[in-house]
């Protein structure tokens, strides 16, 4: 009996210790995955870290993110989280979290939030001023606009380690032209690829009303290479 009771924590021991860090995202325990986190600091995460540069760029801001791809302490929380560095009249373009809600703090300045849920739930529209936080449910079409003329920041928490983003836009012209065009009333392909090369990178500039108040030119070249290659078209 006493034997059993030293053997066994030395067999997980033996077993952890022939564990190495890649294997950590298939650990069976939450002990396991601390005693393969060596260092205390493996389990804080810099967004100020200049070496680490924002995922996402566009004309008009970042975000950075940190989740369980690029912070493995995250593994086994069901948790993730992203900053957003949204410059003056810029907008985090509609998408969506196919796997988390998302409770988005603004830090300073002010946003204009918006969110619809599904078809049939009504369009939900905010002004989410520094230290408010809005929701947006898992799945939800939703977008931040900063409709300032100064720089705003987001601290956005996700209630999934991979919460995963499909923005609207740039994913909708990724289908076949036709597809696209039938569902948008029967636009021709050309239209259709027409709409799809204008589509900017996230974070984008806008609106105009904005630009306009803030004396930003209006129609800035924007970088596009987020927009997807688009699927053959049907027939
Ligand atoms: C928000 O914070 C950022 C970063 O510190 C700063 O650049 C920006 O001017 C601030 N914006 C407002 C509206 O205070």
Not at 114 to 124: H, K, T, V, Y
Not at 197 to 221: F, H, R, T, W, Y
Request: proline share 7%.
């Amino acid at each position: 009996m006493k034997a059993v009771f030293y053997v066994l924590p030395l067999i997980a021991l033996a077993a952890a210790a022939a564990i190495s860090p890649e294997d950590l995202k298939v650990a069976t325990t939450q002990v396991e995955r601390i005693s393969l986190l060596k260092d205390d600091s493996d389990f804080v995460f810099s967004f100020a870290d200049a070496s680490k540069p924002p995922e996402v760029v566009g004309a008009g801001g970042s975000t950075k993110h940190a989740a369980r791809d690029n912070f493995p302490a995250l593994v086994g929380t069901g948790m993730a989280m992203t900053v957003g560095f949204l410059g003056p009249c810029s907008i985090n373009t509609p998408h969506t979290h196919p796997r988390a809600t998302e409770f988005n703090l603004v830090m300073n300045g002010t946003l204009h939030a918006g969110f619809l849920a599904e078809n049939g739930a009504r369009f939900i529209a905010n002004e989410v001023p520094a230290l408010s936080a809005t929701v947006f449910p898992q799945g939800a079409i939703h977008f931040e606009a900063n409709l300032g003329c100064e720089p705003a920041v987001f601290i956005a928490a996700f209630n999934d380690e991979d919460p995963g983003v499909l923005q609207i836009a740039q994913r909708f012209f990724g289908l076949p032209a036709n597809v696209v065009g039938a569902s948008l009333g029967g636009l021709g392909v050309q239209e259709v690829a027409h709409l799809a090369s204008l589509i900017p990178d996230n974070i984008a500039l806008g609106v105009d009303e904005c630009l306009a108040k803030c004396g930003m030119p209006k129609g800035q070249l924007q970088p596009t290479k987020q927009q997807q290659q688009p699927a053959a078209a049907l027939l």
